[in-house]
């Protein structure tokens, strides 16, 4: 019987992995709690109705169709057994494996204030992205009805809170809907008066990026409409809005469609690990592993994407933290693949090295910031051509050429009719 | 002020109703409980995978964006008076009118055993299409990995209860997705080995149809894979699957997706209308109209489409109900428009004529049947194409330029590649 590998998740890192050990004499088992990869850069896209969820969202099983060495599972690991090497699923079924490759990301924190959830869903997952975009658009509609202009006002002020990439695309996606999308479908209010705010407790958005391309994207943001309140701290929200705190004092805001794009926590896999293995978690929950992403005393068991808190190693340098986007789950995956390859081998594992090609970030039509690192030092550009560039970047990298066809036709007729084509309330929950 | 025309239900007869007011001098309200006009005749693709639910949905505000004399508002009209001229709404609001139009439309009906409606869902919104879609693909995730043979046959048996049409296109494209769409997929079961059964109370699919397609219909059906059960009687529905009654005696099937394609009762509103204007309905809850479409006693109130039991009127014939179909639908609600038009300029109103174009019904990949009337007599064919006949009249009608492209394309790529690019499960309820 060949070695298992059980990869526990199909994000970014999963996929990759899995593929990676295409040519391996390795049984794979990928197990996920849904049926489909999400290519979760573009999920703001669903959540804003610009994009249909078939269009980011491709069934695993359909990706590994022509891999035979791979079984695609739906199920959700709850625990874990290092010394059985086993892991229980939540319907009481056990699988068992040699090599381990956890990969089962990252979700939202409310940092302890889980009252906030429903008052402010964030977004992970397709039901995520759908009950944004059902709160959305329903706010338009009940304003449509409203009499009193103090409810009026209310309904038709969208808050985001978190000034990081989702955060900021969320935020000047909303404020292309009311200004461009909703005129002239309304009899009775006006969708241009929507306020759209921007509330980040630091001071500056993305601060992943330099601080001129923080800047920019702020400039860019307020083009578009949006006010962001930077150095606000959010002290509750609740069903009518939220109460911010900013150097000018307390704040109440109203608002029935508060979205929350500001703490990330790591799977709970990650705590079923450390009951398993002693490993140790840091304050956001995710696994501190070894240089070559195995875990100490477990070189059968990995951790790759947002669960894992890894380090970089570069020959010569200084080692640093691998940050949490998608090519840095990409990377870890298949270097996780590799390191078995190795392994079964007899060669030695080798330290992660994370390949930094830059980061960008869009905030709305025409508009994005990129920092690219070159030869010739760092490349950063803003507004249309650093758009142009992230929306070909997405494209390339979307999973599957149909779902790309499907994606750049959406967008070009989103582009020059300014209409999102997946305006459509469901779930009546 | 002018005269004011509500309209509640936004589905083929409240759409072609409110469009054919465009140039009438009054100012028109469109009502519906979702924020979508739902392009029904393929609504079995979403369910079965093969369409996003954006492709045959359009807010109802956008299509009538340009038409300055509508209003649409997103509400649940539950109560009427008709002596007072208002509607009242679910949230307590209170419209008012000087016309009425309920095109409100039907329902599933369960024939008193309501009991059923959790195992075996039936078809009418978008919601119960992503149910639907939920089951057939999460039976096949299930059946993967399951061990028991008895219990993976019965994650393969797929029961759809009514031969109509709806039954016949969710059974034939059932079977089109467990032998074409996934085989090749899965690595523990063969989805080819799944049963997809059609059971039918009377003695032939497709009642409305002549009975040579009915039977055309039938063998169509098979080749494609479906055991069809005619003259058999649900006698109960569970989660474990359903008991019938044949001529052969009671039978069995085990089952865990079910659907119901079987019953049909008009809206709940049809009630209230009676209890507000004493109106007469009909066994399935139909409401009895005037030959004018109109209410007795109540020439201000006009009901269309699958709400209304009517009757159409051609000069020297004897006068037929009008079919359930969308060109019903349509045509009434274009004459209860002319007739509002006829009665603000003083004429009589006119008794409903219906002009049949004939019948058409698809039944899986390149399989359909047709009946057109022709003035050289009955035009009857299936097969092929029926099948290019069906889906070119379907695409023409489907709403919207972008959605007749976007359905075309990805119609195209499913016929080629067999591939169904819908095929995400969301809503884990």
């Known amino acids: 019987m060949r070695p298992q590998v059980l990869i526990i998740g199909c994000g970014f890192g999963g996929l990759e992995a899995a593929r990676a050990l295409r040519t391996a004499e390795v049984d794979v088992t990928v197990i996920d709690k849904t049926n489909h990869h999400l290519f979760q850069p573009l999920l703001y896209q669903v959540a804003t109705a610009g994009l249909s969820a078939p269009s980011i969202a491709a069934p695993i099983r359909h990706l590994f169709r022509r891999q035979r060495n791979v079984t695609t599972l739906m199920g959700e690991v709850v625990a874990l057994d290092a010394a059985a090497q086993t892991v229980a699923l939540k319907d009481g079924a056990t699988l068992r494996w040699d090599h381990l490759i956890v990969a089962a ?10 009252d906030w959830a429903p008052h ?67 009899r009775r209010i006006d969708p241009r008066q929507a306020r759209v705010l921007l509330v980040e407790g630091s001071p500056r958005v993305l601060q992943a990026m330099p601080e001129s ?75 501190v592993v070894e240089p070559d992403l195995s875990l100490q005393g477990h070189p ?28 840095g789950a990409k990377q870890m995956g298949r270097w996780a693949a590799t390191n078995i390859k190795r392994r079964l081998s007899g060669q030695a594992t080798l330290p992660f090295r994370y390949a930094d090609y830059g980061n960008l970030a869009t905030i709305g039509r025409n508009s994005a910031v990129v920092d690219l690192g070159t030869p010739a030092g760092q490349l ?50």
């Open 105 to 114: 990301g990252a979700t939202h924190s409310y940092f302890g204030r889980d």
């Open 120 to 186: 402010a869903p964030g977004l992970k997952t397709l039901d995520d992205a759908f009950e944004i975009r059902r709160r959305v658009l329903l706010a338009f509609e009940m304003a449509e009805r409203e009499d009193d202009p103090v409810k009026r006002a209310a309904l038709l002020q969208f808050v985001v809170v978190g000034g990081g990439p989702t955060g900021v695309e969320l935020a000047g996606t909303f404020a292309e809907i009311a200004r461009h999308t909703l005129p002239g479908e309304f």
């Open 213 to 287: 391309l923080s800047e920019r994207a702020r400039e860019q943001l307020a083009a578009l409409g949006v006010e962001v309140k930077l150095g606000a701290r959010v002290t509750n929200i609740d069903a009518e809005g939220l109460d911010i705190t900013t150097a000018a004092g307390p704040e109440r805001l109203q608002s029935r469609c508060v979205v929350w794009a500001a703490g990330v926590a790591a799977s709970p896999l990650g705590r079923a690990l450390a009951d398993a293995t002693g490993c140790t978690l840091d304050r956001a929950g995710r696994v």
């Open 300 to 327: 059968n068991i990995q951790v790759v994407g947002d669960l894992a808190a890894a380090q970089s190693h570069a020959p010569g340098k200084e080692s640093r933290p691998v940050p949490g986007v998608s090519p």
């Open 380 to 429: 950063r550009f803003s507004g249309y051509p650093a758009w142009l560039f992230w929306l070909f970047a997405h494209v390339y990298f979307l999973i599957g050429y149909r779902n790309r066809f499907v994606v750049l036709l959406d967008w070009a007729w989103a582009y020059w009719t300014y209409d999102r084509g997946a305006r459509v309330v469901t779930q009546k929950r």
